[in-house]
């Protein structure tokens, strides 16, 4: 010790020694928060920035792109003079119909879990398999769909004939396939609410259970009034990850229809993808611009999560 | 416990509840049961339209034998594990660090930089897709593993910075004062007290993100391109488009594919449904 500290001038060692509990979360932040800065933060201004440009994507924004203001917002939205982005509209209808259908994994999810919540020889490996859907890629989770949804030879519409229903072509019919990669992602989100409500069914206070049950409680009434209530950080948290999953919901969609028949299941996610990325796009500053809807519609949910943990934090101070 | 527990009832109804209980699981898992009986089928069945009959003969080591040594599923499998791998080391080591920093100390900021974690990690993909396609261009790291790891450790830091500083906010505060009232440095507080009661805490990122990032498909699209760094995730539809309508060698390999995260969960069930349950009870 004595060595080593001889090369440094003690005034500065006595500094930090002074300054150690204030420094030292600084040094612990800087390399996570610098990447985060680098990678997440700085990326959605620039993202905000190129919405104000005409960019083909080659070379720099500053120099190939031509800066247009608002022109591409209002291109989206038909403003001043220019028609209305028809697949805009389109892909924007259908992440709110995506947004509320995925809400009901919230209610499925609890459905399952009071269905397995029993304690039956086995039934852990039950619970593990009917939470399996949630561990698998949402790629498989798109093919094995779009197998299982497959014009006369696929499983449902062998199922369906047996109840003597003619052959559908789910994801080739331009007003239910957005239904029905919906309910593919349904599969997964509902698992993933299962497992939170199976969490939190198993912290039920037993004694509040007990007592309403010697009040008469019971069924629908001793669910609505004692138990979901306990379960508020759980149907909290299923809502916070559905609605992010809803709103996300990209994979599928590229895997199942490509967007397709004629556009119909095009998501913002999606369409700000073709409108950039693929051989269709190019067009970044106006795909960013789609972002930036895509964005500030998730920001409304992100306030509302930031508020109610903080609320929380406050409760624990 | 709600609701009222079966034994509590009549043999017939539990009886049948424990009958049901196979039939409900068979009707959830359907979609990915036919998968798996495609996946053992001979590609005659397909052009004979057997396609739900039962299999004229048993292909399995085929179909799979098939996937693995003649296909690129391989090459792409391997990708994914470079890839995610050393993303799960990364992101555990940076959020070990901000959670620390985050949950033990008090300073302005403090719950700000926080909050700016839990938003960043809510924020849609395709506002970050092309401002990091061009910063990984730049960097010469289009089309590498490194480029995915990168951006992955940064994206994941979010996720896991929030589930690392609540663990450390219910860690027992009075150890820490304990080891300052003796004098330890800071780091070493971290080092020798914190990081080694964070073992569960540790374990339970590790799966998750492991999972997350060997199913992401979206950044491996916009991030890297062909065989040499593609993920699995990406790759499967390569492979599907070179075996176009060869459904017993599609459901072959999505099966591959998908069979990693899905050891991950039954190997380590009890930290994976801890990480992601976290805050489901108060």
Redesign the interface.
């Known amino acids: 010790m004595t060595a080593s500290s001889d090369s440094h001038s003690p005034a500065q060692r006595g500094w930090y020694k002074r300054n150690?509990?204030?420094i030292?979360?600084?040094l612990?932040?800087a390399?996570?928060?610098i990447?985060?800065f680098?990678?997440?933060?700085?990326?959605?201004w620039?993202?905000f920035g190129?919405s104000l440009y005409d960019w083909n994507?080659l070379g720099d924004v500053q120099t190939n792109g031509e800066y247009v203001g608002l022109e591409n917002y209002n291109k989206l939205f038909g403003l001043n003079g220019e028609r209305a982005d028809r697949n805009f509209g389109i892909s924007l209808s259908n992440n709110f119909k995506w947004l509320a259908l995925y809400l009901l994994a919230i209610p499925g999810g609890l459905f399952i879990a009071?269905?397995l919540?029993?304690?039956?020889p086995g039934?852990r490996l039950?619970k593990?398999?009917?939470?399996?859907?949630f561990?698998?890629?949402?790629?498989?989770v798109g093919?094995?769909?779009s197998?299982?949804y497959l014009p006369n030879?696929g499983?449902l519409n062998?199922i369906i004939g047996w109840f003597g229903m003619e052959s559908t072509n789910i994801l080739g019919d331009r007003t239910w396939a957005t239904y029905g990669i919906i309910a593919a992602g349904l599969?997964p989100q509902t698992a993933?609410c299962m497992?939170?409500?199976l969490?939190?069914?198993?912290?039920?206070d037993?004694e509040q259970?007990e007592a309403a049950r010697l009040d008469g409680a019971?069924g629908w009434k001793?669910?609505w009034y004692?138990?979901i209530p306990q379960l508020k950080?759980?149907t909290?948290?299923a809502f916070?990850v559905t609605v992010?999953g809803a709103?996300?919901s990209?994979?599928l969609v590229?895997?199942m229809t490509g967007g397709g028949p004629f556009g119909s299941t095009r998501v913002?996610?999606y369409y700000?993808?073709e409108k950039?990325?693929s051989e269709r796009g190019l067009q970044?500053g106006y795909?960013?611009a789609?972002?930036?809807v895509?964005?500030l519609i998730?920001l409304v949910?992100?306030s509302y999560?930031?508020w109610a943990?903080?609320q929380d934090?406050k409760g624990a101070r | 416990m709600f609701p009222t527990p079966i034994e509590k009832s009549s043999r017939a109804v539990q009886i049948s509840y424990q009958a049901f209980l196979p039939f409900a699981l068979i009707v959830w898992l359907l979609p990915l049961i036919a998968v798996m009986i495609f996946s053992i089928r001979p590609a005659v069945d397909f052009t004979n339209g057997n396609y739900w009959g039962w299999p004229s003969s048993f292909e399995g080591f085929t179909n799979y034998g098939k996937v693995f040594f003649e296909s690129a599923m391989p090459r792409y499998l391997m990708n994914s594990v470079l890839i995610t791998v050393p993303t799960v080391i990364g992101t555990v080591a940076l959020a070990c660090m901000t959670g620390f920093a985050l949950g033990v100390y008090k300073f302005k900021g403090n719950l700000l930089i926080f909050f700016m974690f839990i938003a960043g990690n809510f924020v849609p993909f395709q506002i970050l897709m092309v401002p990091v396609r061009d910063l990984t261009v730049e960097m010469g790291l289009y089309n590498t593993k490194t480029g995915l790891v990168l951006f992955h450790i940064a994206f994941q830091t979010g996720f896991a910075t929030l589930f690392m500083r609540n663990f450390i906010r219910a860690l027992p505060f009075p150890l820490i004062e304990a080891a300052r009232v003796e004098g330890v440095a800071e780091w070493r507080i971290f080092w020798y007290v914190v990081l080694p009661l964070m073992k569960p805490a540790i374990a339970a990122m590790a799966v998750l993100i492991f999972t997350f990032i060997w199913n992401d498909y979206f950044w491996a699209v916009v991030l890297t391109q062909g065989p040499e760094s593609q993920p699995v995730t990406a790759g499967i539809t390569s492979f599907n488009a070179q075996y176009r309508a060869a459904y017993h060698l599609m459901s072959a390999g999505s099966i591959v594919a998908a069979l990693p995260p899905v050891a991950m969960f039954f190997l380590m069930q009890k930290h994976f449904i801890a990480g992601l349950t976290l805050g489901a009870v108060k």
């Open positions: 150690e509990i204030a030292t979360p600084w612990f932040l390399p996570g928060v990447f985060f680098i990678y997440v933060v700085a990326p959605i620039q993202s190129l994507g009071l269905f919540n029993q304690t039956v039934i039950y593990s398999l009917f939470f399996f859907p561990v698998i890629s949402q790629v498989v093919l094995v769909f197998w299982f030879v499983l062998v599969w993933y497992i939170l409500y969490t939190g069914l198993n912290a039920v037993p259970v019971k001793m669910l004692v138990i950080p759980a909290f948290i916070v992010i709103l996300r990209f994979d590229s895997i913002l996610s700000v993808f950039s990325l970044y795909a960013a789609i972002a930036v895509l964005f998730m949910f992100i999560f930031l943990m903080y934090e």
